[in-house]
């Protein structure tokens, strides 16, 4: 069972370019989130999805696209990149939050120069 | 915004000691659910115990357990016996109980165990 795998694990970009991370899950979750850590600020929320076709803005959108056209992936857009966007970078997933919590897959680590 | 609230930055611990990280939240609702969250230098977020609101009983997951004061808003993590792994990151967390179940996340606490 691999759970939650996002690909790639280490990104450097240049200002402008895009890329997408991926993020797969292998556990039949309908919920699907993406989060981005800073140092010393926690985790924001970028992106929700609460099935397959439903997705929703958290609190940190802007800069960011995703899609759920299947439920096993939730890849997050980066257009434009930006010097503010370098972050870890967390997907994650659960069956049922308040019962489960989430599973986090390992995390993206991106550096836009 | 309603918010999660770590005030400890650090925290350091001796080994098999006992050390309790604070966490208070904000929030209108009455039904919701707390976590903390450990995340190793791997980077892994990993699930060290889950608290409903509407319990009194404080959770326990062996040498983790809760104290949850609800008037308080306030849901501290106790680790006892502390060891060497238990060095980390802690996060704390609110679940909102809404339909997209969103988790508000703390600006986390990291623990050193020493000998």
């Known amino acids: 069972n691999a759970g939650v795998t996002q690909t790639p694990k280490f990104r450097i970009l240049k200002i402008g370019q895009s890329m997408t991370l991926q993020c797969t899950q292998d556990m039949n979750h309908n919920y699907m989130y993406w989060y981005r850590q800073d140092p010393g600020m926690g985790l924001k929320l970028i992106y929700y999805s609460v099935g397959a076709g439903i997705t929703d803005k958290g609190e940190v959108p802007n800069g960011y696209n995703v899609s759920r056209s299947t439920t096993e992936d939730f890849p997050l857009r980066l257009e434009l990149a930006a010097p503010s966007q370098t972050s870890v970078y967390f997907c994650?997933?659960?069956?049922?939050?308040?019962?489960?919590?989430?599973?986090f897959g390992s995390g993206t680590r991106l550096t836009v120069v | 915004a309603q918010t999660v609230t770590q005030s400890q930055p650090e925290m350091s611990v001796q080994e098999a000691e006992t050390v309790t990280l604070s966490c208070t939240y904000d929030t209108s609702e009455s039904d919701y659910y707390l976590f903390w969250y450990k995340q190793p230098p791997s980077r892994q977020m990993i699930l060290v115990i889950r608290q409903e609101a509407y319990k009194q009983q404080n959770a326990t997951e062996n040498r983790f357990s809760v104290n949850f004061q609800k008037a308080a808003k306030s849901f501290s993590l106790k680790i006892s016996d502390s060891q060497l792994g238990d060095a980390a990151m802690y996060f704390c967390?609110?679940?909102?109980?809404?339909?997209?179940?969103?988790?508000?996340f703390g600006t986390g606490t990291r623990l050193q165990v020493t000998l």
């Open positions: 967390a609110r679940l909102d109980t809404g339909t997209a179940s969103k988790l508000t």
């Open positions: 994650a997933s659960s069956f049922s939050p308040r019962n489960y919590g989430y599973t």
